[in-house]
T-cell receptor, first 113, second 113 residues
Framework: KAGVTQTPRYLIKTRGQQVTLSCSPI?????VSWYQQTPGQGLQFLFEYFSETQRNKGNFPGRFSGRQFSNSRSEMNVSTLELGDSALYLC????????????FGPGTRLTVT | GNSVTQMEGPVTLSEEAFLTINCTYT??????LFWYVQYPGEGLQLLLK?????DKGSNKGFEATYRKETTSFHLEKGSVQVSDSAVYFCALSRATGGFKTIFGAGTRLFVKA
């Protein structure tokens, strides 16, 4: 089975711009979660989608949004980028069942200048 | 609220040394517990898991036991290798209306030949 894929792998944007990141989960997985990883804050949960519905949300401002499509692919969007949004954004998929184990993609490295 | 506390790193060991990385958690109910590993330039990989008290998760020589009485899930390996050098994350997940996995800050391990 193919793993979780994320595109693009690297991105450089300017303050004030917006960005869209994409995640394709493992086939058959219906839950997709997004995380932001920075050296200072570690891994922080952004949101989780299951069958096109957001089930959980972390403590991030409204500039961070996401969606999930009927094929379980997910996108996250960050509007009005700030320097502090520079981070590795990780996507993880899971079956959506009771154990919560997740399978991570390689991440998208976003640099905001 | 839910939280995970890991020992601070970096941890530096010589090859074949014994490894312990401490992890304690705070959670309501009965979370699932996980250890993930992140190699340089990659996303996280699930290393092992435990879903109920006294469960022992194991993989690739690593072990961790779910101790509800001490709310701990310490990672151990009897003999580390240079290839084990990575960042290790302890995490908990509760499946109540979706997942919101909480990660520890991560512990960087360096193994010297």
């Amino acid at each position: 089975k193919a793993g979780v894929t994320q595109t693009p792998r690297y991105l450089i944007k300017t303050r004030g711009q917006q960005v869209t990141l994409s995640c394709s989960p493992i086939s058959g997985h219906r839950s997709v979660s997004w995380y932001q990883q920075t050296p200072g804050q570690g891994l922080q949960f952004l949101f989780e989608y299951f069958s096109e519905t957001q089930r959980n949300k972390g403590n991030f401002p409204g500039r961070f949004s996401g969606r999930q499509f009927s094929n379980s692919r997910s996108e996250m969007n960050v509007s009005t980028l700030e320097l502090g949004d520079s981070a590795l954004y990780l996507c993880a998929s899971s079956l959506g069942g009771g154990l919560g184990e997740q399978y991570f993609g390689p991440g998208t490295r976003l640099t905001v200048t | 609220g839910n939280s995970v506390t890991q020992m601070e790193g970096p941890v530096t060991l010589s090859e074949e040394a014994f490894l312990t990385i401490n992890c304690t958690y705070t959670a309501t109910g009965y979370p699932s517990l996980f250890w993930y590993v992140q190699y340089p330039g990659e996303g996280l990989q699930l290393l092992l898991k435990a879903t109920k008290a006294d469960d022992k998760g194991s993989n690739k020589g690593f072990e961790a036991t779910y101790r509800k009485e001490t709310t701990s899930f310490h990672l151990e390996k009897g003999s580390v290798q240079v290839s084990d050098s990575a960042v290790y994350f302890c995490a908990l997940s509760r499946a109540t209306g979706g997942f919101k996995t909480i990660f520890g800050a991560g512990t960087r391990l360096f193994v010297k030949a």
